[in-house]
């Protein structure tokens, strides 16, 4: 509220510095009036900003009754300083409002004044474009804060996504393929049921396991600490027979890389045990110069239709893109499924 009483200060100085000597008590009354008025509309503005603006607006007739024989400008600056607040703070509707009696009063009380005083009006005007274009400026800057904040949780929701996916898929499905194993041979092969069982418990101590690290690891915002091709041996767990080949060497991967091929060929051999009607899967590891190449082929039914993408694939060609690698997915040549990836490594 307190910024309109600078400038309508320096504009009484001006006025009576101008007049040559002390105000008569008509001015000092004239002078005490507007100034409640100043103060009082720069204390509404934000509030009720057409209010607070009638009270400014008010102050220009009121300068007509002085006896200082220059036009009283300070009126006007106050004016134009409301004007800009409205226009910097309020909608466009209320600022239209506002810039339309603005000019329509300052049009009436000028009526009689020489032409060269109507700059006053486009004064008023310059003051509210100016108050718009920091406004729209601040908009902009809230809705691009806002967007920011709503890309971010989606951004988090995917994560979050992506890694319970990750964690559950794989013990789901080895829990689903030992308990129907389990399920055929218990009458006449209990130790091979037995077995699966011990199978099913330990997945499911596994993922127990899992879901506590990632809510931990949400709760305190720090990432879980995820699998590598380092843990490839624990995908036999899934009850299928799985040949890890590997080409050119194994080497250190930088972790992101590393915990997306192995995400990736998680995913596919848990494909392979819900899906592919299949007992076995080859996994081809190769460690080029500039990337590192996963494939997984099955050799299940396969098909030569046209292939469904569900969440297991999705999030395996998500995390490809991610890491700037390439992803495919589909029927092999030889009969069943192919998934391969290549993931970017920087050469060493």
Do not use: K
Request: charged fraction near 20%; charge should be positive.
């Amino acid at each position: 509220m307190w910024w309109t009483v600078p400038p309508w200060a320096v504009g009484v100085l001006v006025m009576v510095l101008s007049r040559g000597g002390s105000p008569g008590g008509r001015d000092l009354a004239v002078m005490a009036v507007t100034t409640v008025l100043v103060v009082a509309g720069g204390a509404l503005l934000d509030r009720l900003p057409l209010t607070g603006l009638g009270l400014l607006l008010a102050t220009l007739p009121a300068g007509g009754w002085l006896s200082i024989g220059i036009l009283p400008f300070a009126q006007f600056a106050v004016v134009a300083f409301g004007l800009y607040r409205i226009a910097a703070t309020a909608t466009r509707r209320v600022s239209s409002i506002a810039l339309a009696a603005t000019a329509a009063v300052e049009i009436l009380c000028l009526l009689s004044a020489p032409p060269v005083y109507s700059v006053l009006v486009l004064f008023a005007v310059i003051a509210w474009l100016l108050g718009r274009a920091v406004g729209q400026a601040r908009e902009h800057g809230a809705a691009r804060v806002s967007w920011t904040a709503a890309q971010a949780v989606t951004d988090e929701r995917l994560r979050i996504s992506r890694e319970l996916h990750d964690t559950v898929a794989h013990s789901i499905g080895v829990i689903a393929f030992q308990a129907g194993a389990a399920r055929r041979v218990i009458g006449t092969r209990p130790d091979e049921a037995a077995r699966a069982l011990g199978e099913i418990e330990t997945a499911g101590r596994e993922v127990l396991t899992g879901l506590r690290r990632m809510l931990v690891a949400l709760r305190d915002g720090d990432p879980a600490p995820a699998g590598g091709l380092a843990d490839l041996s624990r995908l036999g767990s899934a009850g299928l027979s799985v040949e890890i080949r590997e080409l050119g060497g194994r080497r250190d991967l930088p972790p992101e890389v590393d915990t997306a091929a192995y995400r990736i060929i998680q995913e596919a051999v848990t494909n392979v045990a819900r899906h592919a009607a299949t007992g076995s899967c080859t996994v081809t590891i190769d460690y080029r110069e500039t990337e590192v190449a996963v494939e997984i082929v099955d050799g299940g039914r396969g098909g030569r239709g046209p292939v469904t993408p569900g969440f297991g694939l999705a999030g395996m060609r998500e995390r490809a893109a991610l890491l700037g690698g390439e992803f495919a997915a589909g029927p092999a040549p030889g009969g069943g499924f192919r998934v391969a990836a290549r993931l970017p490594v920087e050469a060493r």
